[in-house]
């Protein structure tokens, strides 16, 4: 997913569509079936202007289920009932709506896209055609005419069985939403040195993965200045941990919303993707398309997002609220980027954004940011 500069995919973009079709032909042949792993989107409820949706999903081949295990379609890292790996007992914790499971993280890493395929999007009756781009992606915007909230659509691959994708509606009325990125911002990482973005991904289960502390809370504060404040995060990690994050944020008691995430593969101009461009390039698109809506924009100094946020401020002040931004430990910093300090240049807390009235508050914690949140007029005083 996302804008490419060129028609023609890069060599390594070329050698791994020839791999992909030679191993969905000896897959099929094992008789290994489309599936759709379904992500969370997002949309606007009908007003001066017609509705619509962004449906996000990818569809992989999977085998056949087994009789125990049911259908795993909605689930990559899905493991068949008599065999599903439980919470080890040093990290048990209170049971959620999405408990954590004590899965490698490559386990998400093992699939097999379906390019070209035709898949079905059902949207409140209407049924639309649509095919998957070189990694197996769905990424369509849709005419819709549902309200405000939560919605489900229904997909539809070619030969395989039909999922629920969710879809939150955003009314048209002007509101305050929240966008934050994930690593170092809500969840430990220290990324992006390659090793530990390895360790972390490919090796660390998903329930010894921890929390930013006090960033929860916060967030939950946050969701009190706007009843309905849509909530997106925005991330350079694949979209293989999707559902890993989706259960991280849901265990940890963060507001659920769309995960936009890129894909790590080639892409028409390179070995790998940008992920400061694939930022800048969700940023403008949510400004393009939900221009009534004001962001407080949530990420950490560990990478480039406080020039990513401030650059956008400058370009739409209007879509701004805030820029949030969690400090690193020193320590952090090291993994991050080699440096015990930060990458940017740091701002006294209480100031704002060159060129611009939008405030940008600073903290190492979640706790830390809420009080300057309130000193800074973004939140009510307590």
Not at 100 to 123: D, E, H, K, N
Not at 178 to 197: E, F, K
Not at 247 to 252: D, E, G, I, S, W
Not at 292 to 321: E, K, T
Request: aromatic letters at 6%; a positive charge; proline letters at 9%.
């Amino acid at each position: 997913m996302g804008t490419e500069a060129s028609s023609r995919p890069h060599w390594a973009g070329r050698w791994e569509s020839r791999f992909d079709r030679g191993l969905a032909t000896a897959l099929r042949r094992r008789g290994w079936s489309p599936r759709v792993e379904p992500y969370a989107g997002y949309g606007l409820a009908p007003g001066a202007d017609p509705g619509w949706i962004r449906v996000l999903a990818r569809v992989m081949l999977a085998p056949a289920p087994s009789a125990s295990g049911g259908n795993q379609a909605s689930d990559p890292t899905a493991q068949p009932k008599d065999s599903a790996p439980q919470l080890r007992r040093r990290r048990a914790r209170m049971r959620t709506p999405e408990t954590l499971r004590a899965v490698r993280g490559w386990r998400s890493f093992v699939t097999a896209q379906l390019p070209g395929t035709r898949v079905q999007v059902v949207v409140g009756g209407a049924v639309h055609e649509v095919l998957t781009d070189r990694g197996g992606y769905i990424d369509v915007t849709l005419p819709a005419t549902l309200g405000e909230g939560w919605h489900d659509v229904r997909i539809l691959p070619e030969g395989g069985p039909a999922v629920l994708a969710p879809v939150r509606v955003i009314s048209t009325r002007p509101c305050t939403g929240l966008l934050s990125d994930v690593d170092d911002t809500v969840m430990v990482t220290m990324l992006p040195r390659p090793l530990s973005a390895i360790w972390n991904l490919l090796v660390l289960h998903e329930d010894a993965r921890l929390p930013v502390p006090g960033m929860s809370q916060l967030y939950a504060e946050l969701g009190g200045l706007d009843a309905a404040m849509p909530v997106v995060y925005l991330s350079t990690n694949a979209w293989n941990v999707a559902p890993a994050l989706r259960r991280f944020l849901a265990h940890h008691r963060f507001p659920a919303g769309p995960l936009l995430l890129t894909d790590w593969g080639p892409t028409n101009t390179g070995l790998f993707r940008s992920g400061p461009e694939h930022k800048r390039q969700a940023l403008d698109r949510l400004a393009a398309e939900l221009p009534h809506i004001r962001w407080v924009l949530v990420g950490d100094d560990g990478q480039r997002d406080p020039q990513i946020y401030r650059d956008f401020a400058r370009a739409h002040p209007s879509a701004v609220r805030a820029v949030v931004i969690r400090e690193l430990s020193s320590s952090e910093h090291v993994f991050a980027h080699g440096a015990p300090t930060a990458a940017d240049a740091a701002r006294p807390d209480g100031g704002t954004v060159t060129g611009t009235t939008v405030p940008e508050v600073r903290g190492p914690d979640g706790q830390t940011l809420a009080r300057r949140l309130r000193a800074a007029g973004i939140l009510p005083l307590r």
